[in-house]
């Protein structure tokens, strides 16, 4: 959550810098501020709302530097108001922007205002620009004031500080949160992402948990946690321009919903060029690491953690290991039971979510070792905690509600589940044959299943003024309708909930009636019988049915019975094709409820804090 930037060049890096801010919007949208050095003076310019409003601010002051650094913010610590938004500046002197949680900031803030700063905001930002313009007027110079302010911060941080006094450099630091350097000609750049500078430069360093470094316009310095120089790795970013624009879209989330056919196939191109599942797919010491696994154990947040519930159904019954599906938020606060034989896999599209980086981090010291991170973006923090990695390939994704990270860590997982089941001598040729095939085909259903947009369309304007909407799905179908459900609260801020239909009759059966509709995930397999007695159920409470099943499954509309047929039955991969009917549902009904799909209220994509 919060997106930093920043920039020192020859040239005006206001338009950098606001270019780089939109980029970074979906990490949170309640504000936005940029400040500069210009000619002697510390300019700031801060909006609540939107990226655009500030933009047009600071175009209307004329701002313009060499120097400076912007923040886009998700409000934690203190209202959505522009005396919180960021930067922060002390004493008109030093300005600071932060993406984090400062979790001593009570104590620091005392100290401060007993050593005469005064505050203006309410958030734990203000307490850094203090504490670094303290320790300069100790005579440190910017650098080894931030080292000394970062020493004396507990939590989790991403910064840069820009200071009057020093009109050539800017310093950033980074410990739990996200920063990379961005190496130009004769200019460089520091950001929460790539995205943010693409356009400047490509060539990157990630900087390191602890890291500080000291940027001028003709060289980085960084440092490591002790405080002694560091040389670190420079990566040639292969984010490309296209992935980051709408292009004919009118959405993200809508672009990312049509990606997945690509994105799904990028993601298994190694087990299809391989024609087999085989432990080199995780890592060089898979092997090693998977032998003698006895269980799984899943650990996420969110849209991922509905990912890690479908891999739980597929990982016993393929694999016949055992599997929990835990949310990292609940395990890392309670007295979990290791098992040393268990492998735990780590689901996050960003590789940042902090209370999955933190449940990593407590089965680490619960004495797993066995650690394996399914993620959707390269270098991130969770799977450079983890000893095996799996990238999904879905390119970047930009809309809040998450859609192509789902569909690629859901065949991301199924290659894991099939992986396991040959390691555990589960997995006869013919049915590696039959899975391997299934996935080269899986593209061209999950095409099948989009071409069906304009039927959901049409169903969305019967949601469109619904208050509520209930989701049934049975067996691995169960998590595609929380995943429905999810979809649609978040984006058309209709509340709606999910069951297992089976569990209709024990107590949400009492909220149907005409004005709930109740969508069912009802593909053709053997739970398909059992689904259509919960939804006799439902009509003979005078709810109405939007189910979607398979081409195959005669199973008709009838009178309050609506039906939309995704393509045969893929068997397996079922659920992945269920995805996508959800997805377009959500999307469409919050289309025809006018609300922002990318930017739904409340929300950030990147959640980096507890
Ligand atoms: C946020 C996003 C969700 C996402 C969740 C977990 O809530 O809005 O779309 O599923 O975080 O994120 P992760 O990056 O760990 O998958």
Redesign the pocket.
């Known amino acids: 959550m919060c997106g930093i930037v920043g920039a020192i060049a020859d040239r005006d890096v206001v338009p950098v810098l606001v270019e780089g801010l939109k980029r970074l919007e979906y990490r949170g949208y309640d504000s936005a501020g940029l400040a500069v050095l210009d000619d002697g003076r510390l300019r700031r310019v801060r909006r609540t709302g939107r990226v655009s409003e500030m933009e047009a601010a600071a175009r209307e002051q004329g701002l313009a530097a060499s120097l400076g650094i912007g923040h886009t913010r998700w409000a934690t610590h203190g209202g959505v108001t522009e005396d919180n938004a960021h930067p922060h500046i002390s004493f008109g002197e030093l300005a600071v922007v932060h993406n984090g949680i400062i979790e001593n900031h009570d104590a620091q803030r005392a100290r401060l205002q007993d050593a005469g700063y005064a505050f203006e905001s309410e958030t734990d930002t203000e307490v850094i620009a203090h504490l670094v313009h303290f320790h300069r007027k100790q005579g440190l110079d910017l650098l080894a004031a931030v080292q000394a302010a970062v020493r004396e911060l507990t939590g989790a941080y991403a910064i840069a500080v820009v200071g009057l006094d020093d009109p050539d450099r800017m310093v950033v630091a980074r410990m739990g949160c996200p920063l990379l350097v961005g190496l130009g000609e004769s200019e460089n750049f520091v950001a929460s992402d790539v995205s943010a500078i693409i356009q400047a430069t490509r060539r990157v360093i990630f900087l390191e948990e602890g890291d500080t470094a000291e940027l001028t316009r003709d060289g980085v310095r960084v440092f490591g946690e002790d405080g002694q120089a560091a040389e670190r790795e420079v990566h040639v970013s292969d984010v490309s321009l296209a992935s980051l624009e709408l292009g004919p879209y009118s959405h993200f989330m809508q672009k990312e919903i049509h990606e997945q056919p690509r994105a799904i196939s990028d993601t298994i191109e190694a087990v299809i060029d391989n024609d087999a599942f085989g432990p080199e797919l995780f890592g060089a010491d898979a092997a090693e690491v998977l032998a003698g696994i006895e269980g799984i154990k899943i650990l996420?947040?969110?849209?991922?953690y509905y990912a890690g519930l479908v891999a739980g159904y597929w990982i016993e019954s393929i694999a016949g290991l055992p599997c929990s599906v835990e949310i990292a938020s609940e395990y890392r606060y309670r007295d979990a039971v290791p098992h040393p034989r268990h492998l735990v896999v780590t689901?996050?599209?960003?590789?940042?979510?902090l209370d999955?980086m933190e449940a990593l981090k407590y089965a680490k010291s619960l004495g797993h070792e066995a650690t394996l991170s399914i993620c959707n973006v390269p270098e991130s923090a969770i799977p450079r905690a983890s000893r095996l990695v799996y990238y999904t390939r879905a390119g970047a994704e930009i809309g809040?509600?998450?859609t192509k990270?789902f569909t690629t860590q859901l065949v991301a997982l199924f290659t894991v589940a099939c992986t396991l089941a040959k390691l555990h001598g589960r997995l006869d040729p013919e049915t590696e044959a039959a899975h391997i095939d299934a996935l080269r085909h899986l593209p061209g259903s999950v095409q099948h299943a989009l071409n069906l947009e304009p039927q959901i369309t049409a169903w969305s304007e019967r949601f469109a003024p619904k208050a509520n909407a209930l989701f049934l799905g049975r067996g691995v179908h169960y998590p595609i309708a929380l995943e429905g459900a999810l979809k649609l609260k978040e984006i058309s801020y209709i509340h709606a909930e999910a069951y297992p239909a089976g569990e209709l009759k024990h107590g949400p059966l009492a909220l149907v009636d005409a004005d709930m509709p109740v969508v069912v995930i009802a593909p053709n397999d053997r739970l398909l019988e059992k689904v259509k007695s919960n939804m006799q159920e439902v009509r003979a409470r005078g709810g109405e049915l939007y189910v979607f099943t398979d081409a195959d499954s005669e199973f008709g509309p009838s009178e309050g019975v609506h039906v939309i047929r995704t393509p045969r039955h893929v068997g397996v991969l079922s659920p992945i094709v269920h995805t996508i009917p959800v997805q377009l549902l959500a999307y469409h009904v919050a289309l025809a409820r006018g609300t922002d799909v990318d930017k739904p209220r409340n929300?950030?994509?990147?959640?980096t804090v507890e």
């Not at 689901?347 to 979510?353: F, H, K, L, Y």
């Open positions: 996420a947040c969110g849209t991922s689901i996050s599209q960003s590789g940042e979510t999955t809040v509600a998450s990270a929300l950030a994509k990147s959640v």
